[in-house]
């Protein structure tokens, strides 16, 4: 209920369904950057392994050389040498 009431404000304002859910949103610069917006907290933290907790389960990032680069409530940034990235339910 409360995804529909979000997804028809988005559709009325015509804004972006991600600016008005929980959803998280990925932006991926590379193979050396990713901004995860959205992300509940850090579950799992490595230089070859960051798992991070998310409205839609966890998002696993595989790489070499990773690290938080930026993290607020709202966004984190890491870098590195990112192989894969992968949600799990």
Do not use: H, W
């Amino acid at each position: 209920m409360v995804r529909n009431i979000r997804k028809t404000f988005a559709d009325a304002f015509e804004l972006p369904a991600e600016a008005v859910s929980a959803m998280p949103v990925v932006t991926l610069t590379g193979q050396v950057e990713m901004i995860i917006e959205n992300y509940g907290g850090v579950v799992e933290y490595s230089s070859e392994k960051i798992t991070l907790a998310t409205a839609c389960g966890v998002l696993n990032i595989e790489g070499r050389e990773l690290d938080i680069k930026y993290m607020n409530s709202q966004c984190v940034t890491v870098t590195g040498v990112i192989c894969s990235f992968m949600f799990v339910e």
